[in-house]
């Protein structure tokens, strides 16, 4: 870790660090970004397939591309957190790092790309069973159905949100297998910090409109911005982490 990113406490300190470290350093990371979301756009449209039919078998078609859409996804998902922690921590980070996914680690990176599809799923569920097999030709059943879209994905936000150093995790210890992947994370994602990651994301949200109401020009800074900015919020996460485990050994030789 940069001396730097030693001294990140706050979500106004992160801002500030990625801000001065994307300075005279946007052209890589707009690329990086743009190629990003152009990809979960593609997959976004193919998803789009499940929906060709109303019946049973459409059903479990959705369900089957779903699950494996997002667990290839998230080879790039752990892409994109690679790029971005070797961009805070070394002074050049290569745009091939998006698709590290493919060549490392992929079994633990699937696998907890699968958990967070199923995840997914599981609370998407009664959206996608009421959308498959009833009508929605009414402003009440129109109503309700925006309310199970908008219920189930704000449960996979929470959950996703608590989970989000996990790819980061994965970038710090490429050889660890997938249980203890998700114990580091959940030592690393305590409840203060779950609320400073979630409030750190909220302090984004109006540059984001901003960015939409330029036609989505703005989003070319915006992104690269939020994510340099989610890369020093992990690093925040993983020195306080250490620096606890280093107390507690201390402690215990004592």
Excluded at 214 to 228: C, D, N, R
Aim: charged share 15%; hydrophobic share 50%; proline share 3%.
């Amino acid at each position: 870790m940069s001396d730097n990113a030693l001294k990140v406490r706050t979500n106004r300190e992160i801002r500030s660090y990625a801000r001065e470290r994307l300075l005279g350093n946007m052209l890589i990371p707009c690329l990086v970004t743009f190629f990003f979301f152009s990809a979960r756009n593609v997959f976004e449209v193919l998803m789009q397939l499940g929906f060709l039919g109303n019946d049973m078998f459409a059903f479990f078609f959705y369900i089957a591309l779903f699950i494996t859409i997002n667990s290839i996804w998230g080879l790039l998902r752990y892409g994109i957190s690679r790029y971005f922690l070797s961009f805070i921590t070394t002074k050049k980070a290569s745009p091939a790092n998006i698709f590290a996914g493919f060549k490392g680690s992929t079994e633990t990176i699937i696998g907890i790309s699968l958990i967070l599809a199923i995840i997914s799923l599981i609370f998407q569920l009664p959206y996608l069973i009421y959308t498959f097999f009833f009508s929605v030709n009414t402003i009440h059943s129109f109503l309700l159905s925006l309310i199970l879209f908008l219920a189930g994905n704000l449960v996979v936000y929470l959950i996703e949100a608590y989970l989000a150093p996990v790819y980061f995790v994965i970038c710090d210890n490429p050889s660890t297998k997938l249980t203890w992947v998700m114990i580091i994370t959940f030592s690393l994602m305590n409840k203060k910090n779950f609320f400073k990651y979630i409030g750190l994301q909220i302090s984004f949200v109006p540059l984001y409109l901003l960015g939409l109401l330029s036609l989505g020009i703005g989003l070319l800074w915006v992104v690269p911005y939020a994510y340099t900015s989610y890369a020093y919020f992990y690093e925040t996460l993983n020195e306080e982490f250490l620096l606890k485990q280093s107390v507690k050994e201390e402690t215990s030789e004592q």
